[in-house]
């Protein structure tokens, strides 16, 4: 079976400071793991994705995220968080089952808040 | 492409009415999934298609949800009859491929609430 596990439901940052959102997962098999972002009343964007190519995956808007295998962790950052980066991000894992489309599992969500 | 396209965007019904949900997912991709997200549970998989064809429905609630893919470009998700509880954002999602390397698209929902 496969898990993602968000550690933070609510994170608050001030303006300009570093974003740290962590994400680890569990698998059975190699996952392609990927970060969506949700603004209020919106549909779910993609900011970045892993699919065992680079482990450090740059993505839009100025967040990367690393793949460490040994942590079994995604955690989502970017240096400097804007005021328009407050939303809820999203870690969701996909794995390679056996005959079948891999399935994203989502994790419970991380709200995000900026502070000016 | 203009994407995930889902409507209505927003549907307020009746407990008892029949709901009906509408995709199109973006030209080209082969997978489809219907999401469903609350407060409580977060975001769950409701059904998928490959290729129109239903492949796992695990996580359809109950026998008052059903969906099909008549063809590659349109899909429902019913519910009959709704119930308060069935009160949710659905998400409508397609991928190309079977998410390995590649994302699923997501459209911008639909807000239903059964009053």
């Known amino acids: 079976a496969q898990s993602v596990t968000q550690l933070d439901s609510h994170v608050s940052v001030s303006e300009g400071t570093p974003v740290l959102l962590r994400c680890n997962y569990s698998s059975s098999y190699s996952p392609s793991l990927f970060w969506y972002v949700q603004h209020p009343n919106k549909g779910l964007q993609l900011l970045l994705k892993?699919?065992?190519?680079?482990?450090l995956v740059k993505g839009i808007n100025g967040f990367e995220a690393e793949f460490k295998k040994s942590e079994t962790s995604f955690h989502l950052t970017k240096p400097s968080a804007h005021m328009s980066d407050a939303a809820e991000y999203f870690c969701v894992v996909s794995l390679i089952s056996s005959g079948s489309a891999r399935q994203l599992t989502f994790g419970s969500g991380t709200q995000l808040t900026v502070l000016p | 492409d203009a994407g995930v396209i889902q409507s209505p965007r927003h549907e307020v019904t009746e407990m008892g009415q029949e709901v009906t949900l509408r995709c199109k997912p973006i030209s080209g991709h082969d997978y489809l999934f219907w999401y469903r997200q609350t407060m409580m549970r977060g975001l769950e998989l409701l059904i998928y298609f490959n290729n129109n064809v239903p492949i796992d429905d695990s996580g359809m609630p109950e026998d008052r949800f059903s969906a099909k893919m008549p063809n590659a470009s349109f899909s429902t998700l019913k519910i009959q009859p709704s119930e308060p509880r069935d009160s949710a954002v659905y998400f409508c999602?397609?991928?190309?491929?079977?998410?390995?390397?590649?994302?699923?698209?997501f459209g911008q929902g639909t807000r239903l609430t059964v009053v």
């Open positions: 892993y699919t065992s190519a680079a482990t």
């Open positions: 999602a397609s991928s190309f491929g079977a998410l390995r390397n590649t994302e699923a698209f």
